[in-house]
């Protein structure tokens, strides 16, 4: 069939819904990587406008994907029917996160370090690789800078030549110390530029900076994300992070630490809910390019979570304070106004049944001899 007599098929599938039957149909026209050539240049291919001729399935790249939020999109993308290519530096990520997903037959990884270029061939893009917890991020503070800008120049960059959707993983942190409670999108945020943590907030600012002059100035779709703390399997054992750190203190008998009197609220989202968050962001119109806010309004104390993990693990742990660390923020809750407008998203799994969900995974992570090694028990 001629270029044109496919662009004119094509058209028709737009308006008529028949891709299904046409792919069939064609099969043997068409370009299926390992099977055949492309049929039209991509000048000819420009014509037929944003129908994919050459896939069957959307091909997606994930960064940072085996880490923590990663191994859990990378499942979903999966489950959607996507190709998924896994790319990450394991800086934080481990195989073990991934290792069950290692022999689906659309499923990739790549050990690559994205503040280096990548060239690869895909639909859409999700940036997500940079570590997330505070001791993960400020061990190599000048890395974690250089993950978040140049991870996401690479990102974009790569999104361009594509024309590939980009979606980044950006953080609450944007908002800093917040001046205004509960945080909304339109808030730009108290962040001190030269502290312990900054490495992180600015970066993840610079990349929202990046993303957003991308689309204006070249035209590319993106789709910010800012994300709240989330909590669920496969978070590191050993990362600090208040939820898998009461976790794994109750389920070893060990002294339960707050930092700060306990008063200070988080609010925490389940992964799962997270997740399909990212994926109903991302299906959304060009329009559509964030920042919106992703996660669970419920508002906690740390103390009220110390006290559900040592009721839900039936842990004899004690609670034990210590000093507040720098800069670290006294109240933080998401307006998810816009994402409930957007996207029609909003958390469902409620915390104790999270939690629930979670102390299973780190109570058989701890009877792993290395795993114990590995956290110094
Ligand atoms: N989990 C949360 O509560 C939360 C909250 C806000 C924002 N985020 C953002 O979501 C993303 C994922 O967070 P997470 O909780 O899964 O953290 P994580 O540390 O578990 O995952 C980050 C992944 O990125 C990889 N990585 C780090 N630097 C890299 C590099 N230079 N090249 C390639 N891969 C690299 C790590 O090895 C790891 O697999 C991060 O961008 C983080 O800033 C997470």
Redesign the pocket.
């Known amino acids: 069939m001629s270029c044109a007599g496919l662009a004119r098929q094509t058209r028709q599938i737009r308006g008529g819904g028949l891709l299904h039957s046409w792919i069939s149909a064609n099969r043997g026209a068409i370009y299926i990587p390992s099977y055949g050539k492309p049929l039209c240049s991509s000048a000819e291919n420009a014509a037929v406008g944003d129908v994919d001729i050459m896939h069957l399935e959307q091909r997606v790249l994930v960064?940072?994907?085996?880490?923590?939020?990663?191994?859990h999109l990378c499942e979903q993308l999966l489950e959607r029917g996507c190709q998924v290519l896994c790319?990450?530096?394991?800086?934080?990520?481990?195989r073990r996160?991934i290792e069950h997903l290692l022999d689906h037959k659309h499923f990739e990884l790549l050990r690559?370090?994205?503040?280096y270029p990548l060239h690869v061939e895909v639909d859409e893009i999700y940036?997500?690789?940079?570590?997330?917890?505070p001791i993960?991020y400020q061990k190599d503070p000048v890395?974690t800078t250089?993950?978040?800008v140049l991870?996401a120049l690479n990102m974009l960059g790569l999104s361009r030549r594509l024309s590939a959707k980009v979606f980044q993983?950006?953080?609450?942190?944007v908002y800093g110390d917040p001046a205004v409670h509960p945080q909304q999108e339109e808030y730009w945020g108290n962040v001190n530029p030269i502290g312990v943590r900054s490495c992180?907030d600015e970066g993840?600012r610079c990349a929202e900076t990046l993303f957003f002059d991308y689309h204006r100035q070249h035209g590319l779709e993106i789709k910010v994300a800012?994300?709240?703390?989330?909590?669920g399997p496969?978070?590191?054992p050993n990362?600090g992070?208040v939820v898998s750190s009461f976790i794994v203190q109750a389920l070893l008998g060990k002294d339960i630490t707050i930092f700060g009197d306990g008063t200070q609220t988080r609010s925490f989202?389940f992964?799962e809910d997270?997740v399909q968050g990212f994926i109903k962001l991302m299906n959304t119109g060009r329009d559509v390019t964030g920042p919106v806010n992703l996660g669970n309004p419920g508002e906690f104390t740390i103390g009220e979570l110390a006290d559900k993990v040592i009721d839900l693990t039936g842990s004899r742990s004690k609670v034990v304070y210590r000093p507040l660390p720098a800069d670290d923020p006294k109240q933080r809750r998401p307006d998810i106004a816009k994402a409930q407008r957007l996207l029609e998203w909003e958390p469902k799994v409620e915390l104790e049944e999270g939690l629930k969900r979670t102390i299973p995974y780190f109570d058989s992570l701890l009877s792993e001899d290395g795993v114990k090694r590995a956290i110094g028990i």
């Open positions: 960064t940072g994907g085996a880490g923590f939020l990663g191994s790319v990450d530096n394991f800086y934080t990520g481990t996160n690559h370090d994205v503040t940036n997500l690789a940079c570590p997330a917890s993960h890395q250089k993950t978040s991870g993983a950006s953080t609450s942190e992180y993840k800012r994300i709240f703390n989330t909590y496969r978070t590191h990362d992070r989202c992964v997270l």
